[in-house]
């Protein structure tokens, strides 16, 4: 599986539909969770009950360090915004994203993605 992941886990939150949503209105509500590696551990591993047979992490190497919005994707828009990133999305992945086992070596660790086995 993988869940976004970072230094400090934290609640995202969203005003209005997400994802096909039904949310009305101007009060956020939940979108996504970012875990920490502790986090991670005890709401995900460890409930399983399955050992860890293999955890990497992706990480963002240029980035906004203070705004979590701040995405290359979301600068791109209209009609024209599934071509530029269909064929430029391996450049853009080894131009903006960086792979590590450690997520202390990423500098703004990303996604967590965890194989576990019985």
Known sequence: ????????????????PSYGGN?????PAFF???YDEATLRSRLIE????????MTFLGEVRY???????????RLSGRWRPLMLG??????????????DDWRQL??????FVILKK
């Not at 976004?4 to 939150?13: I, L």
């Open 64 to 74: 906004q360090p203070d705004d979590i919005h701040h995405r290359l994707a979301s």
């Open 1 to 16: 599986f993988s869940v976004p992941f970072s230094r400090e886990g934290f609640e995202e939150t969203k005003s209005g």
């Open 23 to 27: 949310a009305t209105g101007s009060e």
């Open 87 to 100: 064929w430029s999305f391996g450049f853009l992945s080894r131009h903006f994203m960086q792979r590590s």
């Open 32 to 34: 996504q969770r970012f």
């Open 47 to 54: 409930p399983s009950g399955l050992k860890v047979e293999a």
């Open 107 to 112: 500098r703004k660790p990303y996604l967590a």
